[in-house]
């Protein structure tokens, strides 16, 4: 599927009227760039969406799988109070390098912790409870990512999956792509598991066509 230009001017228009000028997270995405980041940030729609989940939610622990430049993280962290943690899992550490740089000049560096490695061994490592999580790193791994989520939570802990939807190809059962197969393989997990209530919600934008996984720990 094309993406339609009206998708990207419907959110110039909204955007226009509910997002301010944001200079930190323009030089986030500069800092992206210079540093050879690949630009798939979320939106800055999306962004202001985890950021009012986490605020909405009370969020004071929060989870991140796939750090990239510290974009999506720099709006979650904005949701936490002065006494709030993110731990935010890279495994590459160039873009750890470049996302604890955007984060100090986003004034976040207190409050976030950038652990570098993959994600599954950061992960078994953790302990404790997170009120959010957000999954957004290597697709092909989300099962796994998933349930570590699940042993880090408590009841009402929020978990968000990003990029579920990828063009529709999720939909595809004869692909061979390990990112749709990766999807696959979280849909039947979840199809299975009573420890949480999910729904998905697909996304047009900026960004294309797409969508995220919304589920809550019962
Ligand atoms: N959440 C970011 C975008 C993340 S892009 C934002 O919206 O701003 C996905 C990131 O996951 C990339 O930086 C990639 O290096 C990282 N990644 C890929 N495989 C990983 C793994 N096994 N463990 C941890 N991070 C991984
Ligand atoms: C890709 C990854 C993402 O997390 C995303 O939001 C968009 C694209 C990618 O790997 O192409
Ligand atoms: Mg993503």
């Known amino acids: 599927m094309d993406d339609d230009p009206i998708w990207t001017a419907v ?8 997002l301010r000028p944001d200079p930190v997270l323009d030089a986030t ?8 980041l690949p630009a798939i940030d979320v939106s800055p729609e999306q962004g202001k969406l985890l950021h009012l989940l986490a605020r909405s939610t009370g969020a004071r622990r929060i ?12 709006w979650l962290a ?4 002065a006494d709030g943690e993110l731990i935010t899992c890279e495994l590459r550490p160039a873009h750890a390098e470049v996302a604890r740089a955007n984060l100090a000049r986003a004034g976040l560096a207190q409050r976030v912790d950038v652990r570098v490695g993959p994600a599954a061994v950061t992960l078994a490592e953790l302990t404790g409870v997170f009120d959010l999580v957000f999954i957004d790193a290597d697709k ?8 570590h989520a699940l042993r880090l939570s408590r009841p009402g802990t929020v978990i968000i999956v990003d990029n579920v939807v990828r063009r529709g190809r ?9 990112t749709v197969l990766g999807t696959r393989r979280l849909a039947a997990a979840l ?3 009573d420890r949480l209530d999910a729904t998905v919600i697909q996304t047009v934008g900026r960004k294309g066509y ?3 996984l919304y589920a809550v720990v019962r």
């Open 11 to 18: 959110d110039d228009y909204w955007s226009g009227a509910l």
């Open 29 to 36: 995405v500069e800092a992206n760039a210079a540093g050879g």
């Open 63 to 74: 989870l991140e799988v796939g750090t990239l430049g510290g974009y999506s993280t720099i």
């Open 78 to 81: 904005r949701a936490l109070p």
């Open 140 to 147: 092909a791994s989300n099962v796994t990512y998933l349930e």
């Open 170 to 178: 999720v939909v595809d059962a004869g692909s061979n792509d390990g």
């Open 191 to 193: 199809h299975t598991d």
């Open 210 to 212: 797409d969508g995220f």
